[in-house]
């Protein structure tokens, strides 16, 4: 069965320094491998997806995720943080069936 | 297209009563999905559609719990016999294939009294 592992259910970073957010995978099949935003009392938003092009993904709001099979991981980064950029994020693998999101990571930005 | 949308979005009702959610997916989507969110946790997958057919439905949470989409367009989720464990936000997204993005819409928190 596929799964996902976030690394991390809170991450504090200050404005303009790299954000990291980890996560790793689990699938018996070549994944579909996503990260999702969600701001308060929203629904989800795609940032970017991986599926099986390139392995470095470039998504909205400056944020990209390279796909490293030899490490199972899927990490989502951004050279600078903003305030905006706030919010919950959730990696997420996909086969043909259905979504398995990880528990997410909570983004706080320090002025 | 305004996107996925949900309605109610908030529900506050009392242990043991029905209730129905309602979800209007993008309109040239063919897959629906439910999900279920609780506080501090990424969405649970509930069941999904192909057009009109209900193509898994063993995630649902328990015979209390089911899902519908008559026509191929909008679909309801229903729990009967509310509990207090019900309480969460529950999210729908569409797609316009398996493999393509879900898109999401603002979820209906359920508040079970």
């Known amino acids: 069965a596929q799964s996902v592992t976030q690394l991390g259910s809170h991450v504090s970073v200050s404005e303009g320094a790299l954000v990291l957010l980890r996560c790793n995978y689990s699938?018996?099949?070549?994944?579909?491998l996503f990260w999702y935003v969600q701001y308060p009392n929203q629904g989800l938003q795609l940032l970017l997806k991986y599926t099986s092009a390139a392995t470095l993904v470039k998504g909205i709001n400056g944020f990209e995720a390279e796909f490293k099979k030899s490490e199972t991981s899927f990490h989502l980064t951004k050279p600078s943080a903003h305030m905006s950029d706030a919010a919950e994020y959730f990696c997420a693998v996909s086969d043909n069936n259905d979504m398995r999101f990880g528990a997410g990571t909570r983004l706080t930005v320090k002025p | 297209d305004t996107g996925v949308s949900q309605n109610p979005r908030h529900k506050i009702t009392k242990r043991g009563q029905n209730v129905t959610f309602r979800c209007d997916p993008i309109s040239e989507h063919n897959r629906l999905y439910w999900y279920r969110q609780t506080l501090g946790q990424g969405p649970e997958f509930l069941t999904y559609?192909?057009?009109?057919?209900?193509?898994?439905k063993s995630r649902l949470l328990s015979d209390r719990f089911s899902a519908e989409r008559p026509k191929g367009s909008f679909s309801t989720l229903e729990i009967q016999r509310t509990e207090q464990g019900d309480s969460a936000m529950y999210l729908c997204?569409?797609?316009?294939?398996?493999?393509?993005?879900?898109?999401f819409g603002p979820g209906t928190r359920l508040t079970v009294l």
């Open positions: 559609f192909q057009n009109e057919a209900q193509l898994e």
């Open positions: 997204a569409s797609s316009l294939s398996s493999l393509n993005e879900q898109f």
């Open positions: 699938s018996s099949v070549p994944p579909y």
